[in-house]
């Protein structure tokens, strides 16, 4: 589903990619990490195509030219702070049924089934009652939920987010996490940038390590290890599991 081949990028002569090569595979759920500044964002915007490689492949599809129905199956969550106008008046509801105009255009109303998928997806992401809010005032996580669910409602093959559990509640990552999990066994191809390595590790297949525009390592979610880790931040990592979810049993046994 995604591939790329010795890609490099550059801005104002400086090298912000070095040799890239990648695979995903369709119904992988990939996450990359490493320390700002590593390039995981600009990785992203490579694969979505907001970026050109200066040089090397990008293949999408298996294709390097996308059509525009190739990009309609391509959702983008990116984060929140940096594409995000907080006065622009619109609604929760509106804001998500925008996730279908690439599919529909512009001018096309609104099916009855458009509405209806539209308020399930709110339902299930537990923001239905915020339907009629205007976006801008909602809280972070409430924010990333709707445009999580504006990136849903077109059922892409493949889904691109960029670090979405940041400044959200346990809530909305536990839910995340759920939908994210859901949407990998209807076989969509998940990629997300995070730092949040101990969630992924329990969630994705395969855990990326980004450093200095590189990978380092790309393994099995299975065999990753404090010490891949390390090699990229320079520093020693301690594993520490937080859960808000202990069980009565757990939670005696902890003490």
């Known amino acids: 589903m995604i591939e790329l081949i010795d890609v490099n990028f550059y801005i104002d002569q400086k090298r912000i990619l070095k040799d890239i090569n990648l695979k995903v595979q369709k119904g992988e759920f990939a996450a990359i990490v490493g320390p700002n500044g590593s390039g995981k964002t600009t990785l992203l915007n490579i694969i979505s195509g907001i970026y050109t490689p200066t040089s090397g492949k990008r293949l999408i599809f298996g294709k390097q030219h996308l059509t525009p129905q190739d990009k309609q199956k391509i959702s983008f ?4 702070v940096t594409n995000f ?3 622009f008046p619109l609604s929760v509801f509106e804001t998500v049924l925008l996730g279908l105009v690439p599919k529909k255009g512009l001018f096309q109303r609104f099916s009855k089934q458009d509405l209806e998928k539209a308020g399930s997806i709110l339902e299930k992401l537990q ?4 339907k009629n809010r205007l976006i801008g005032h909602l ?3 409430q924010q990333q939920r709707v445009f999580l669910a504006r990136a849903l409602i077109s059922d892409p093959q493949i889904l691109l987010l960029d670090e979405p559990t940041v ?6 990552e536990q839910l995340l996490f759920e939908i994210l999990g859901e949407k990998k066994k209807e076989g969509t191809t998940i990629l997300m940038v995070t730092h949040d390595v101990y969630a992924v590790t329990q969630h994705a297949d395969t855990i990326i390590c980004m450093g200095d525009g590189m990978i380092y390592t790309a393994c099995s979610a299975k065999d990753f290890s404090p010490s891949k880790f390390e090699s990229v931040y320079k520093y020693k990592i301690k ?6 979810s202990y069980t009565k049993k757990e939670q005696n046994n902890r003490k």
Do not use: A, M, W, Y
Not at 167 to 172: A, F, K, M, Q, R
């Open 85 to 87: 106008n907080q006065s």
């Open 167 to 172: 400044g959200i509640d346990s809530l909305s």
């Open 139 to 141: 809280s972070g996580g």
């Open 127 to 130: 923001i239905k009652q915020l």
């Open 239 to 244: 594993k520490i599991e937080h859960r808000h």
């Open 77 to 80: 969550v990116p984060q929140k």
